[in-house]
């Protein structure tokens, strides 16, 4: 059975560029199908709706909705047209999502909630295209290195599996604190560990800082500086993730979880063995 996964990106968060691909990043396998339908940088009732009805229209066994703060108008609608549609839908937000974790459940949808996925600093006297880019690659380098993609592409892949065998899926329903995550790395030095840790927690309250530059303080020069201090933030959170990476790498024990074209999660340690199927 193929697989029909439908990705509804309403504004950015760092997890949206690539969380298709955390599903199939050799472009290899057989049993999903994919489709991404996206509204670049805008979140508004008016282009959330347009594109839920657009991907609702591919049919999708299973929908992931991601957007910054999924209390917004905007991800609401997007959400509620899918799952009016009958389509099981899971929710991928940052921590603002928390507060209606609840409201979340009761109307039958998934979440994983990233604590780390930090707002970005947007002042126009501070951020600028290259400023953007920066903030997400450093945003991307925790997430990926601290365990929230492993984390993400073991939760999405069980539902998969389920889907596969023809049975109604359990919808994740995560909050993915620092521990959560660097269990997911896969950590074996607790200097890595502990890096890896300190990185995820880092990026985490980078948010409040550019939440108060964003909203808070007036006067420009105080909100461009905290913008500013913000980005200082999680560009050394990045580089504290390089860290714990490297230790694990002069010591051969970097986890890897490939797919297999069937779509199994091969794993493997050494660089120089091939992937093995789980036991």
Not at 110 to 133: K, N, Q, S
Not at 192 to 204: D, F, G, N, V, W
Request: with cysteine; proline share 6%.
């Amino acid at each position: 059975m193929v697989v029909r996964v439908g990705f509804l990106k309403l504004g950015n968060i760092g997890t949206a560029p690539l969380v298709e691909l955390l599903l199939d990043e050799r472009a290899e396998r057989e049993d999903v199908e994919f489709r991404v339908v996206g509204t670049g940088p805008k979140l508004t009732p008016e282009h959330a709706v347009d594109a839920a009805r657009k991907l609702a229209e591919f049919r999708p066994d299973i929908a992931i909705v991601i957007s910054p703060n999924a209390t917004l108008p905007g991800p609401t609608q997007g959400r509620q047209i899918l799952a009016e549609a009958g389509i099981p839908t899971i929710v991928i937000s940052d921590a603002p999502t928390k507060q209606i974790r609840q409201e979340l459940e009761e109307k039958g949808f998934g979440y994983i909630i990233v604590e780390a996925d930090p707002m970005i600093g947007a002042r126009r006297e501070f951020l600028d295209p290259v400023e953007m880019a920066l903030f997400n690659v450093d945003v991307i380098k925790v997430l990926a290195i601290t365990g929230v993609f492993n984390l993400i592409q073991r939760e999405l892949n069980a539902v998969i599996e389920a889907v596969k065998r023809g049975e109604k899926p359990t919808l994740p329903r995560v909050v993915v604190t620092r521990m959560k995550a660097v269990e997911a790395a896969g950590f074996t030095n607790p200097y890595a560990k502990a890096k890896a840790l300190a990185a995820y927690e880092t990026a985490k309250n980078v948010a409040a800082l550019t939440t108060a530059a964003c909203f808070k303080i007036k006067e420009w020069e105080k909100y461009t500086l905290t913008a500013a201090s913000a980005h200082e933030m999680i560009r050394t959170a990045a580089k504290l993730a390089e860290e714990a990476r490297e230790i694990e790498k002069s010591q051969d024990t970097v986890l890897r979880t490939p797919h297999h074209k069937d779509g199994t999660i091969l794993t493997k340690r050494k660089l120089i063995e091939k992937p093995k199927r789980p036991e």
